[in-house]
């Protein structure tokens, strides 16, 4: 078989487009590199004492794993170079950073999660960093980040998994490319197809007691054999969003991280709407799947401030349109 890499494609694609500056193609070249780099440090991290908390806190009063840290600091570092990027924006940092003001470039403003998972840091366990991009918007107090979901060019995430892989779209179709020993990455799978429906849900059940009648009624109705088939949902949940989306992405189901009432910061939710929902949810839509706040489609939440935090329900269309029938008391 013929094998692209990761440049080839970028460069193909930046060919079909003649008004492309070649701009977005170094922007995800650089997210790319940053993923090798990251990917190189998870590797031995288990025996070179890297893994465990470092001594800060991140915005949300969470403690931060010292490979948090890392990872945000090999983003700032590689986004900064060439001045293509104004504005990054992360889950670990308490305030967005400026990072070009040269208005001759510097044309895009990227928000990420550098290390998504993070509790499976200790235990060796799937993780991920997950990256989505907007246009900068001149002069604009809040760098224009505080904008619908749909105003992500591109979005995307890497997976630190048994094989490293970057998962993007700029918004037409969704390719998946695979690490190789060679420190390439080479494409495994392109024009990527959620099906519309799957076997699989992923949720804490653990926080069963502390969601809303409908959520509860629909994880139960998941766990209930269909009549037809006589066969329930299959449960499958990693603690990585990441790891669990990779797997709905290409065979159907559905993640959930829901209003949560037992702690007033999750009351909408855990997952940040900007570096983890916005971006998952342009993957999504992109392979023909959904991601839903149970009463809105995530790609059209406006988030008031960059750490804002919405419910997502993120996978195949069939389960998401169920989800909302559920939360509006209709099934
Ligand atoms: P983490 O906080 O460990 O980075 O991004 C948030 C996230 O992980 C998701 O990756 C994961 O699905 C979820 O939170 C796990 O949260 P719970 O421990 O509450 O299940």
Same mark, same amino acid.
């Given at each position: ?14 060919? %079909? ?16 590199? +940053? ?32 490979? =948090? /840290? ?14 293509? /990027?104004?504005?990054?924006? #992360?889950?670990?940092? =308490? ?13 895009? %403003?990227? +928000?990420?999660?550098? @290390? =998504? ?24 107090? =809040? ?9 992500? @060019? ?8 048994? %094989? ?96 949560? #009432? ?14 983890? +929902? ?8 992109? %392979? ?9 489609? /995530? ?10 935090? +919405? ?15 559920? /939360?509006?008391?209709?099934?």
């Amino acid at each position: 078989m013929e094998q692209i890499t990761l440049t080839e494609f970028l460069l193909e694609q930046q060919r %079909a487009h003649p008004e492309a500056t070649g701009e977005l193609t170094e922007l995800l070249n650089r997210i790319a590199l +940053c993923g090798k780099i990251i990917a190189r440090r998870l590797r031995r991290s288990t025996l070179t004492g890297d893994t465990g908390y470092a001594k800060t806190s991140n915005v949300y009063g969470e403690r931060q794993e010292k490979l =948090d /840290v890392y990872a945000n600091d090999v983003f700032l570092r590689h986004l900064r170079y060439g001045g293509i /990027v104004s504005i990054a924006a #992360s889950e670990e940092m =308490d305030q967005p950073e400026v990072l070009s003001t040269d208005r001759s470039k510097g044309h895009y %403003a990227v +928000c990420f999660d550098p @290390i =998504d998972g993070s509790s499976n840091l200790d235990v060796n366990g799937t993780l991920g960093t997950i990256f989505g991009v907007r246009r900068r918007k001149a002069a604009v107090h =809040d760098h224009g980040l505080l904008t619908a979901g749909r105003e992500q @060019i591109a979005a995307g995430y890497l997976l630190y998994g048994p %094989a490293t892989e970057i998962v993007f779209t700029t918004g037409r179709n969704v390719a998946i490319f695979t690490l190789d020993d060679a420190g390439e990455f080479f494409l495994s799978k392109e024009n990527v197809k959620m099906p519309p429906r799957g076997k699989a849900y992923a949720v804490n059940e653990g926080n069963e007691s502390f969601w809303s009648e409908g959520t509860r009624r629909f994880v139960q109705a998941l766990k209930t054999p269909d009549p037809k088939t006589g066969r329930a949902h299959a449960t499958r949940y990693s603690a990585s969003l990441v790891g669990d989306f990779h797997r709905i992405l290409q065979q159907g189901g559905i993640y959930l991280y829901p209003e949560d #009432s037992s702690d007033p910061k999750k009351a909408s939710g855990k997952l940040r709407v900007l570096y983890e +929902c916005h971006p998952l949810a342009m993957v999504a839509e992109a %392979a023909g799947g959904r991601a839903s706040t149970g009463r809105q489609e /995530v790609l059209d939440v406006i988030p008031k401030d960059p750490h804002a935090r +919405c419910p997502l329900a993120i996978g195949s269309k069939e389960e998401v349109d169920r989800y909302d029938q559920y /939360v509006a008391g209709k099934a």
